[in-house]
């Protein structure tokens, strides 16, 4: 952490730019916000930076690999298993900021999500902090080689490609009641292309369509997909399987790699960044330690939803055998507490925002999503009622 930076920051704040902040982004496109906006941005050092960009590199080459793209197809859903890209467009790659013991701070995998995140959202939360707090010019939102500008062209390459815009479908069920419907708008706004709702969307044959405001119908040749098909189910399940059997439509990213690349990934990975990791029915017998140093995941759950951080040998011999397959059972890591705050320290996690560079066919690192915590994790419900904690972003100083 950036002590110097931390401590003007925190000496600047008020409550009042803060509510004047917060009533800004909620104004400014259609939707506002639906979760809480940490009191403040991570300040991160060159090398710490440097340490969780040299570990994302590795494990995005590691995820791409022909070992492991061979292994993760046993994760998707029969249902799934069809020809698609090659390659994943995004990823997400969540670390927690972990003390080694040695005074200083290291990065430890939790999560990975080949799924899109707020790719829109963080690009106006870094304009709108810039605007209503004092960022130093010299701190970075972006990875380097990126700006606003190539960030921007990327993800218009990635997202809407060579289509045109209005043939380009932000692909949500009931969108409006998302949490994360501040994102669909401001990718609205950065791309031009159209949230639509799955109940909305029309298939004829191979073809897909949907109606625009007046009524007029618009064929569709990309998803942007933002389904979780785990939490579909009866006919919009059926619905959203039988869109991706249409050879007229590409979809960015492909549903297949939601599970292709997630906590099912964790096992098969080696890497010094990587706490040990197991799926529960690959065990013979439970870690003598089981509740005080490990925790129990279902694979394909997000937001910290099913995830039990006391497993007992009891509570695991209650999942059925033919759903054990499902679990995951992850050694804890110690996060560290590393961020002042006016009523204590909080924790953090660093989200790296990968995307897809076709020219140089390799996913790359453009920005950061963080979530600070003062609970057991990292979700609302262990923070309620605290104060500097939830979704921000991390400036960083370049070597």
């Known amino acids: 952490m950036i002590t110097e930076l931390r401590e003007r920051y925190n000496a600047a704040f008020s409550q009042a730019r803060y509510e004047a902040f917060i009533a800004d982004l909620n104004r400014t496109y259609r939707f506002p916000m639906d979760f809480h906006l940490c009191e403040t941005p991570l300040f991160l050092s060159a090398p710490l930076m440097a340490e969780l960009l040299a570990a994302g590199e590795r494990l995005a080459c590691a995820l791409l690999s022909a070992d492991h793209l061979a292994r993760s197809r046993a994760a998707v859903p029969p249902q799934l ?18 003390a080694d013991g ?29 605007q209503h707090f004092e960022i130093d010019p010299s701190l ?13 062209r990327l993800l218009r390459e990635v997202i809407v490609g060579d289509c045109d815009p209005q043939q380009v479908a932000l692909l949500e069920l009931h969108p409006d009641r998302q949490k994360t419907r ?42 942007y997909n933002r389904l ?61 330690d089981l509740t005080d140093n490990y925790v129990l995941k ?34 804890k890591v110690a996060y560290a507490p590393l961020v002042r705050t006016p009523d204590g320290y909080a924790k953090a996690e660093v989200r790296l925002l990968l995307l897809w560079h076709a ?9 950061t999503l963080v979530r600070l915590s003062k609970g057991r994790m990292m979700g609302t419900r262990f923070n309620k009622d605290q104060t500097w904690v939830g979704s921000t972003l991390a400036y960083h100083q370049r070597a």
């Open 81 to 98: 298993q069809l020809p698609a890209a090659t390659q994943p467009e995004c990823l997400q790659l969540d670390f927690a900021l972990c």
């Open 102 to 130: 040695e005074g200083g701070i290291v990065p430890r995998l939790i999560e990975l999500q080949g799924f899109p995140t707020l790719y829109g959202f963080q690009w106006l939360l870094d304009r709108k902090l810039r």
């Open 140 to 152: 970075h939102f972006y990875v380097a080689p990126y700006d606003e500008a190539s960030y921007l």
């Open 182 to 223: 501040i994102d669909f708008a401001c990718t609205e706004a950065l791309l031009g292309i159209r949230t639509v709702c799955l109940t909305e969307v029309v298939q004829r044959g191979e073809r897909v369509f949907y109606s625009d405001e007046r009524g007029r119908t618009v064929p569709i040749q990309r998803f």
């Open 228 to 288: 979780i098909f785990d939490d579909l189910s009866g006919e919009m399940l059926h619905k959203a399987y039988r869109l991706c059997q249409s050879a007229a439509v590409s979809w960015v990213s492909h549903p297949h790699w939601f599970f292709r690349l997630s906590k099912h990934s964790l096992p098969l990975l080696r890497d010094p960044c990587l706490p040990e990791a197991h799926f529960l029915a690959d065990l013979a017998a439970y870690p003598p």
């Open 298 to 331: 279902p694979l394909f759950s997000y937001s910290g939803s099913g995830v039990d951080l006391d497993p007992t040998p009891e509570k695991l011999a209650a999942i059925p055998a033919e759903r054990r397959a499902e679990y995951l059972l992850q050694r």
């Open 359 to 367: 020219q140089r066919a390799r996913l790359e690192t453009v920005a």
